[in-house]
Each structure stands twice: as structure tokens, then as C-alpha cells.
């Protein structure tokens, strides 16, 4: 059992919250995209933010740092989008392993450097796998429902690169997170377990899917019993719902997980849903308002926040849960 399997026996854990609310504050322009590195690049790159781990280096850490400093146990390395797939829209393929490794090694340097600070709360870091842009089990075309923009091989080659940067990079969990298709997610899980067994890693993998509207199933149409089975054919340190939903709308939904399955679940829900431009008006204290009927329903073992949350709503979050044990599993009953 890794360390921080061992901490989740006996306390919830708090992930971060988003890194893109974050970095939208910044306002980078193309030329902050680009840094010295990327000048002469054929295309735009405004709106990359994974690029920014390698030149804005020192942004991606000062978001990590403060994370950590308002009680996050674990932060989310800057990969939601750094597969070869991903990066295809940016013609940015060739430097996907390096934007895993390099995001990986500075979540890594900031997590450490708080660990060294307090021994006794070490710091995490997980490796974040996105969806892609791409859905292998549905067609994006209405007129063509047999056609697919990708296939399960094409995913497996994309997933096994990046899983390879971020666990060089310092990894201490695999995150594959936003699963609105589970066919995607089976891809990544794949290529982790044939990783694992391949280089005798020891590494714990985390599962979040995304219940996607008021139906109460993910957008290849599954219900979250269904989305249990489909992806409980490894061993998952976590199972849990991320993104689409505010805390109140995900509600229900985290009690049929934690009535369907013994093992830790997690959640990170957006703080609200977006108004019509976009953003995120739910407050820190509402959010954690909300959360805090997870707990006091005993529903999960590891909860942090998605879209539109800040380091004000995982401060909020993570002084709520001091009051609270983690949730029965089967591995901490006693």
C-alpha cells in the first residue's frame, strides 16, 4: 500500500481546485504562449494552457503553491490536454512526453517543498488525464452514426505517452478525470495497466467521470451503476464525478456511487454552474456549504473542487473537512 493510500484510512484528503480559472487571471498573450521557445511556431497558441508548463514555468508552480498553502493534499499537474490527440490542434505533437514530464517535475518541486515544511501532511501529486477532444464510442457526425474520429488504438498510443511523462515526471497517482465516454477512459486505463506491469510500477490510479446533465448519465449514455462496472475491471484507488455539475446538482448522484461501490470515491464539482458568459459566480462559502452535506452524508473520501473553483473555495473546503471522517470503505472498517 503507497503512502498515500495509507492516509486515506484515516482522513479525507483535499484536492485542488481548477488550474484554468486560474490562469485566465494572468491574461497571457499569444506572445507569453509562445516565449522564447515556440517564436516561430506555424500556428497559434493562445489558449494552450498545458504549453504554458514549459514556458511559463514559474506561473504553473506559483498556482500549485497556492493550493497547497490553503490546504490542498493534492494538486493536479497542467496535462488535462497534453496527448498527442490533444495537441493536435495546436500542431504540438512532438512535444507532448516533455509537457507531461516537465508538468509532472513542477508539481513534483512545489509539493516536496511543502512536505519538507511540514513532514507530517505530505503534499501529492496526480498526474491528469483528460478525455481528449475526441469520442470513440459515438459519431460526430448526425448524417454518418457509424463513423468515429478516433479509435481505441489511436487513444491507447496517445494515453501510454503520456502516462510515461507524467510518471517519469514524479507522479505519486494517475488521474484519469472528465470521463464523459468510458471507451476513452478504457483506452487510458490500458495503457496504465500495461505500463504497470511493464515497468513494475506501484502507482495508485484515481477514476472521475462526468455526469453530464439532469439524465443522470455520462454522454455515451451511462448511468453511474453502469459507469462502475465498465471501469472496476482494475484496481482503482478512487472512483468518483467531476465537471458539468455544481455541488447541489452532483449530490445525487455521489450517493448511488457511494451505494454502489466499496472502494475510496471522490468528487471535484464545479463551484456553481456558468452564467451566460461563461463564468462561475458560486462563492467559496456556498460552495462549501454544499460540499459539507457530503460529508455530514459520509459520501466521500477525497473531495476538491473543477471548474470556476480558486484557492478561496479549496480553503473553505479544506476547513470543513477537519470536522469530518472519511467514509467508510472496505479497507478502513474496522
Known sequence: ??????????????LDGAMGTMLQDYKFSEEDFRGDRFVKHPCSLKGNNDLLS??????????????FEV?????????????SIGMGD???????????????????????????????KPRFVAGSIGPTNRTASMSPD?????????????????????????????????LVETIFDTLNAKAALFAIDALKEKN????????????????????????????????????????????????DQLLPYLRRLSQTTEINTSAHPNAGLPNAFGSYDQSPKEMS?????????????????????????????????????????ELNIQ
Open 71 to 83: 490546504g490542498a493534499d493534492i494538486v493536479e499537474t497542467n496535462t488535462f490536454s497534453s496527448t
Open 200 to 247: 513494475n510500477w506501484d502507482i495508485p490510479v484515481m477514476v472521475s467521470g462526468t455526469i453530464t446533465d439532469a439524465s443522470g448519465r455520462t454522454l455515451s449514455g451511462q448511468t453511474v451503476e453502469a459507469f462502475v462496472v465498465s471501469v472496476s475491471h482494475i484496481p482503482l484507488m478512487s472512483i468518483g464525478f467531476n465537471c458539468a455539475l455544481g455541488a
Open 142 to 174: 448526425v448524417n454518418d452514426p457509424g463513423y468515429r474520429a478516433v479509435t481505441f488504438d489511436e487513444l491507447l498510443v496517445s494515453y501510454t505517452e503520456q502516462v510515461e511523462g507524467l510518471v517519469d515526471g514524479g507522479s505519486d497517482v494517475l
Open 90 to 120: 495546436y500542431q504540438m505533437e512532438p512535444w507532448v512526453y516533455e509537457m507531461n514530464f516537465e508538468s509532472a517535475k513542477l508539481a513534483r518541486q512545489v509539493a516536496d517543498e511543502f512536505t519538507k515544511k511540514t513532514p507530517n
Open 289 to 329: 456549504d454544499l460540499i459539507e452535506k457530503y460529508l455530514e452524508e459520509n459520501l466521500v473520501n477525497i473531495i476538491g473542487g473543477c471548474c470556476g473553483s480558486t484557492p478561496d473555495h479549496i480553503a473553505q473546503i479544506a476547513r470543513v473537512v477537519r470536522n469530518y471522517k472519511p467514509r467508510k470503505t
Open 54 to 67: 514549459l514556458t511559463q514555468p514559474e506561473t504553473i508552480k506559483t498556482v500549485h503553491r497556492k493550493y
Open 1 to 14: 500500500m503507497t503512502v498515500i493510500e495509507e492516509i486515506l484510512l484515516k482522513r479525507i484528503l483535499v
